[in-house]
């Protein structure tokens, strides 16, 4: 790597504007920002093309889909650690927080025997520097399973854990108010007959009632303790959003209802929805869309989800679409705005002093396509 690079000729997005100019890196920082093109010979033309802050994925578990690309097979950790940052840094995220989840909601699933694994082999290829992307941990606690908190209690050590989020996916409730749309989901999902499914929800109704609220405040407890980020998923009432706050949680993803978002906006919780939202034009599960949050002013991080190119697709679609939003601040969904209600201020934006994470991305017929990506001014894609 030259001790020096700068990348000229670019469509360079900071927090706040758009404008033609180049970046110079050095010792894995941006040290200037200049408009117009560099006119020394060294300089790199990036064609004109988008110079953006590498994103900052916080909840994604496209891991998950690579340890077990089938059902019934798993496939060796370390090669599926590797091949899922392969996929995380093509879509230009440079920092990304691995969703694992304790408490399996699948009847016939074995997360929970996988959790130890996956987190060794994650550690491991980060050690042994194999990784292109930053990865950090986000515990996901399903609250309506009863070996959830010694499972927490066990994992929340690792120091690649940054990010816990709390979360009752029982059925009548929060995401799945609908008890028809939760058996569509799962038995669609799981290929349950309906004996099974009628069994599967009696159990998890008992299980929310057994274990959620004492499950959670003990979690959030803990997680603040030690200075951890945490995140309520699926306020679906102002009611649920006012327990967040009251617990001292600082992110809400995937809110369900537009009433919940605006409660978020009042008790000052940054609003995490889902890129696939985004791109599809609304939730799968019948919920409030990420777009008409955005055309509300209601929308802080936008999350990857299931499918990390839906990131950076996401910010170039809300920035297309007449909402207000323009594609600054659309880019500080994916960038500025998670990495800092991750606690993260050494990067997300293309500002003198900060990590040069950076993404070259080139429009075509308004799809990003990325072309680049630099992590600490080394380039990974």
């Not at 109704?205 to 003990?218: C, F, G, M, P």
């Not at 991080?301 to 007449?322: E, H, K, N, R, V």
Request: with cysteine; charged share 20%.
């Amino acid at each position: 790597m030259p001790a020096e690079q700068i990348l000229s000729n670019a469509q360079v997005v900071t927090a706040d504007r758009v404008f033609t100019g180049a970046v110079v890196l050095r010792d894995g920082l941006i040290v200037d920002i200049a408009e117009g093109r560099s006119q020394l010979p060294q300089a790199q033309d990036l064609c004109g093309d988008f110079l953006l802050p590498g994103l900052v994925e916080l909840h994604t578990d496209n891991l998950e889909k690579h340890m077990t690309p089938r059902p019934g097979v798993d496939w060796p950790s370390t090669s599926a650690v590797l091949s899922h940052d392969a996929q995380i840094i093509a879509a230009g995220i440079t920092t990304v927080f691995d969703a694992v989840s304790i408490g399996d909601v699948n009847p016939k699933g074995n997360r929970m025997q996988k959790l130890p694994g996956m987190l060794n082999a994650i550690a491991a290829a980060e050690v042994a520097g194999l990784t292109r992307a930053e990865h950090r941990l986000h515990l996901r606690c399903e609250l309506c399973h009863p070996d959830t908190l010694s499972v927490f209690r066990d994992l929340v050590e690792n120091p690649l854990v940054q990010l816990v989020s709390v979360m009752d996916h029982s059925p009548g409730q929060r995401q799945f108010v609908l008890e028809s749309k939760y058996r569509e989901y799962y038995m669609g999902k799981y290929h349950l007959n309906d004996e099974t499914m009628d069994a599967f929800i009696v159990l998890q109704k008992a299980n929310s009632r057994a274990y959620s609220d004492r499950y959670r405040a003990a979690i959030v407890e803990h997680c603040l303790a030690r200075g951890l980020s945490v995140a309520s998923h699926d306020d679906a009432t102002l009611a649920h959003v006012e327990e967040s706050a009251r617990y001292g949680m600082t992110i809400a993803e995937f809110p369900t209802t537009l009433e919940a978002a605006r409660g978020c906006r009042q008790l000052n919780m940054k609003v995490l929805m889902g890129a696939p939202n985004v791109v599809r034009g609304g939730s799968h599960s019948g919920n409030v869309a990420a777009a008409g949050l955005a055309a509300e002013g209601l929308l802080d991080i936008l999350s990857s989800d299931y499918y990390p190119a839906s990131l950076l697709q996401a910010a170039f679609t809300l920035a297309a679409q007449d909402n207000g939003c323009d594609l600054p601040q659309a880019v500080k969904m994916i960038s500025l705005a998670p990495a800092r209600a991750a606690g993260l201020s050494d990067r997300g934006e293309i500002a003198c002093g900060l990590r040069a994470d950076l993404v070259q991305a080139r429009s075509q017929d308004g799809l990003p396509v990325v072309q680049q990506v630099w992590r600490q001014a080394k380039r990974v894609f």
